[in-house]
């Protein structure tokens, strides 16, 4: 089968109705907004900024990119794009695996659901793109292993992929999350409670390979050999087998932000986790834990990193995988340096159906109300890791104490009147870099357009000196230009779609040339880098118009008046007003608010 | 002086922590010097440290109690005794 041309293809799936109908994507909205990310932040607009997260009205879309399921290196991407119930702006979280090559080759570009059902019910796409709703009460109250299990004994496992939200989304906690196969997540914002108020249990699509129908296949595969070796190219560290984020997967971080004072501690009361670290890092992880390196689909990178509890409560535990974010938020950030518990708190993850980076928060919030003598009973130990698996299943449950911290720290950390101790921006928890360590990274999570978000702008890979850009962690001159300039970019590669880590081998040229050859467009990267622009610009005036205006773009207090404890940033806090004011310079804003005329400008109004 | 190693660089090392022939009161106590006694002993670090003008690579982040010697004064940048050194890779992820 060859594929067809980009955009053709979008399912409208009313949940409410039954109804099912394709449609093309208008065609400048492909031209301005690509794919994935910055299409389905279109759809979202359009479905109104106005409307209730978990209600019928939100639309729920899945979306590939024009490069998502080709040839091309690491393209075993695709988004999910909705209003988010954690946060209230719009947001898109991406997942890895086979799963959006597997829709694009069953001759799809997206699936996107409005409306609610009734009853439980999945959305199952055969191999050659029928779409149907079937009922899926025989599954519902399943966590995520067991009904992938449940379909595969239905379907058989050969071709299938099966996203489905667990517990946690059915019963609408704030964060959960859409979990596939190969536990590859649309982890951030909350989509699975989307989801599980939509009744909808799972998305099960059964396809073959296919070719990409390309423009140019001469000139395609010389850029995608050239995107190739990039990725191989022995000074990157996507490099495979000889590259630290290949070797070691993501959790090879976990040591230099230790060291520089970037790992927050405790709920970021302290800023390193001294000689704790190791036995929670990557390196640790693959001496000793280490089993296989699965990968997705077209990635010869492989940082999935698949792992076995060799000895203790867990043992015989097998999973994949001890990333980063995770190994932090539940890890330093819980005083829990044991490596085995982790494993088990992101499999329960996986199962149930939750974001780590916001559970891993949540906890940590309650560990220092804990602490600090502010809960009315029971709460939570610093490093209790037996607890802290209790309380996960708790919460996915909204059980007792689960209830509470089910709606997010920031929420939950309102409800019992210290909201201070909630580390979170626009309502979502903030990722495993400390703001006073990296200060770029502190800025981005600021402006982030989903809330607290790493992935928005990675400059984190500027400010560790892995791209050839100088830029001092510990100096906040200059971030301004800068984040703007790594937010476009990946605004960008998200709607591609290709992995977020193909921006450590490639540039802005080398994203251009390849869409350009794929689609038979003129675009230059220039053109790449507005196209980017033109796609933050968008999510912001969604989120101008959903209530978030001046002062909006903020980070926790403890960042900028609690000076960092540890490591290389001793001594620092974030300086923010400074970067945002750069920012803001950069970008044309007012205050965190686009200007009429800029949206013109970019071709948005 | 000791010296703490990371990622890819351990298995070249053999370890996470080694002893270097080098006191920071010796021959002006600088990284460079420090960098030199790293290599003479380990040869196969070479390329990491390095770069094709034998100045010290963008492949390689030395931290001196936890800051990285680019943003100090480099190889200029000048040690003391009981300092942490720790030497790491590329490394990024998310």
């Given amino acids: 089968m060859e594929l067809k041309r980009f955009g053709d293809a979008i399912v409208h799936i009313n949940l409410s109705t039954g109804d099912i109908e394709t449609r093309p994507t208008p065609s400048d909205w492909t031209q301005k907004y690509i794919g994935a990310r910055g299409l389905g932040v279109r759809y979202v607009l359009e479905a109104g900024p106005e409307v209730e997260a978990l209600s019928p009205d939100n639309v729920l879309c899945f979306l590939n990119g024009p490069l998502s399921g080709s040839e091309t290196?690491?393209?075993?991407?695709?988004?999910?794009?909705?209003?988010?119930?954690?946060?209230?702006?719009?947001?898109?979280?991406?997942?890895?695996?086979?799963?959006?090559?597997?829709?694009?080759?069953a001759g799809l570009d997206g699936l996107i659901f409005e409306g609610a059902s009734d009853t439980p019910v999945y959305c199952f796409v055969d191999e050659n793109g029928d779409v149907s709703i079937r009922d899926a009460s025989d599954c519902w109250g399943l966590n995520i292993h067991a009904t992938v299990e449940h379909f595969r004994d239905k379907y058989g496992k050969k071709n299938l992929s099966v996203n489905a939200i667990g517990i946690a989304g059915e019963n609408e906690v704030r964060f959960a999350a859409w979990v596939n196969e190969d536990d590859r997540a649309f982890g951030r914002g909350g989509t699975g409670a989307?989801?599980?108020?939509?009744?909808?249990?799972?998305?099960?699509?059964?396809?073959?390979?296919?070719?990409?129908?390309?423009?140019?296949?001469?000139?395609?595969?010389?850029?995608?050999?050239?995107?190739?070796?990039?990725?191989?190219?022995?000074?990157?560290?996507?490099?495979?087998?000889?590259?630290?984020?290949?070797?070691?997967?993501?959790?090879?971080?976990?040591?230099?932000?230790?060291?520089?004072?970037?790992?927050?501690?405790?709920?970021?009361?302290?800023?390193?986790?001294?000689?704790?670290?190791?036995?929670?890092?990557?390196?640790?992880?693959?001496?000793?834990?280490?089993?296989?390196?699965?990968?997705?689909?077209?990635?010869?990178?492989?940082?999935?990193?698949?792992?076995?509890?060799?000895?203790?409560p867990y043992k015989g535990l097998q999973m994949e995988s001890v990333e980063y974010e995770p190994a932090w938020a539940l890890g330093s950030n819980c005083d829990n340096d044991d490596?085995?518990?982790?494993?088990?708190?992101?499999?329960?993850?996986?199962?149930?159906?939750?974001?780590?980076?916001?559970?891993?928060?949540?906890?940590?919030?309650?560990?220092?109300?804990?602490?600090?003598?502010?809960?009315?009973?029971?709460?939570?130990?610093?490093?209790?890791?037996?607890?802290?698996?209790?309380?996960?299943?708790?919460?996915?449950?909204?059980?007792?104490?689960?209830?509470?911290?089910?709606?997010g720290p920031a929420r939950a950390a309102e409800k019992i009147g210290h909201g201070e101790i909630a580390m979170h921006v626009k309502g979502q928890a903030l990722p495993a870099y400390d703001p006073r360590g990296l200060k770029g990274m502190g800025l981005g999570y600021a402006t982030s357009n989903r809330g607290a978000c790493h992935l928005r702008a990675y400059v984190a890979a500027a400010e560790l000196g892995v791209v050839p850009i100088d830029a001092n962690p510990l100096d906040w001159k200059g971030k301004g230009e800068l984040v703007k300039a790594f937010q476009d970019l990946h605004a960008f590669s998200d709607s591609l779609d290709l992995c977020k880590f193909s921006a450590f081998a490639e540039d802005a040229e080398l994203y251009a040339k390849q869409y350009a050859?794929?689609?038979?467009?003129?675009?230059?990267?220039?053109?790449?880098?507005?196209?980017?622009?033109?796609?933050?610009?968008?999510?912001r005036y969604y989120n101008n118009l959903a209530g978030f205006r001046e002062g909006s773009d903020i980070l926790p207090q403890r960042y900028l008046d609690e000076p960092s404890t540890m490591g290389g940033s001793k001594g620092h806090v974030s300086e923010l007003d400074d970067m945002l004011a750069e920012y803001y310079a950069a970008r044309g804003w007012k205050d965190g608010v686009v200007p009429e005329d800029k949206l013109r400008e970019l071709g948005i109004l | 002086m000791q010296v703490n190693f990371y990622a890819t660089l351990r298995p070249i090392v053999g370890g996470k922590t080694a002893d270097v022939p080098f006191e920071p009161a010796e021959a002006g106590g600088l990284v460079r010097d420090l960098m030199i006694a790293i290599v003479s002993r380990w040869p196969d670090l070479r390329e990491h440290i390095y770069d094709e003008t034998g100045g010290l690579s963008r492949q390689v982040a030395i931290y001196v109690d936890g800051r990285n010697v680019r943003w100090l004064q480099g190889e200029d940048t000048v040690l003391k005794a009981h300092q942490k050194i720790s030497i790491f890779p590329p490394v990024a992820g998310g």
């Avoid at chain 1, 690491?74 to 991406?94: E, F, I, N």
């Avoid at chain 1, 939509?198 to 073959?208: E, G, N, Q, Y």
């Avoid at chain 1, 296919?210 to 001469?218: E, F, R, T």
């Avoid at chain 1, 990968?295 to 203790?312: L, N, Y």
């Fill in chain 1, 73 to 105: 290196s690491m393209s075993g991407r695709w988004a999910c794009v909705t209003k988010s119930p954690l946060t209230g702006t719009v947001t898109d979280s991406h997942q890895g695996g086979w799963a959006g090559a597997r829709l694009r080759w």
């Fill in chain 1, 194 to 312: 989307v989801g599980g108020s939509k009744k909808l249990k799972a998305i099960v699509i059964r396809a073959s390979r296919a070719k990409s129908q390309i423009d140019d296949p001469v000139a395609w595969k010389t850029v995608r050999r050239e995107a190739l070796d990039a990725i191989r190219d022995e000074k990157n560290l996507t490099s495979p087998k000889k590259g630290g984020l290949s070797v070691y997967g993501t959790n090879v971080l976990m040591n230099i932000t230790n060291e520089i004072g970037a790992l927050g501690t405790r709920n970021s009361q302290v800023t390193s986790f001294g000689e704790r670290a190791e036995a929670v890092s990557g390196e640790f992880v693959e001496q000793n834990i280490l089993v296989g390196d699965p990968t997705c689909h077209a990635c010869p990178v492989a940082c999935k990193k698949e792992v076995e509890i060799k000895e203790g």
């Fill in chain 1, 339 to 407: 490596v085995a518990s982790i494993a088990k708190m992101i499999d329960q993850c996986n199962d149930l159906g939750m974001d780590p980076i916001e559970l891993g928060n949540a906890l940590s919030m309650w560990m220092e109300a804990t602490d600090r003598g502010w809960l009315d009973g029971g709460g939570l130990a610093w490093g209790d890791t037996a607890a802290m698996v209790a309380a996960i299943e708790a919460i996915a449950s909204r059980e007792g104490d689960g209830a509470i911290l089910a709606e």
């Fill in chain 1, 517 to 539: 050859t794929a689609m038979g467009v003129e675009i230059s990267a220039e053109d790449v880098v507005r196209a980017g622009e033109r796609i933050y610009n968008l999510e």
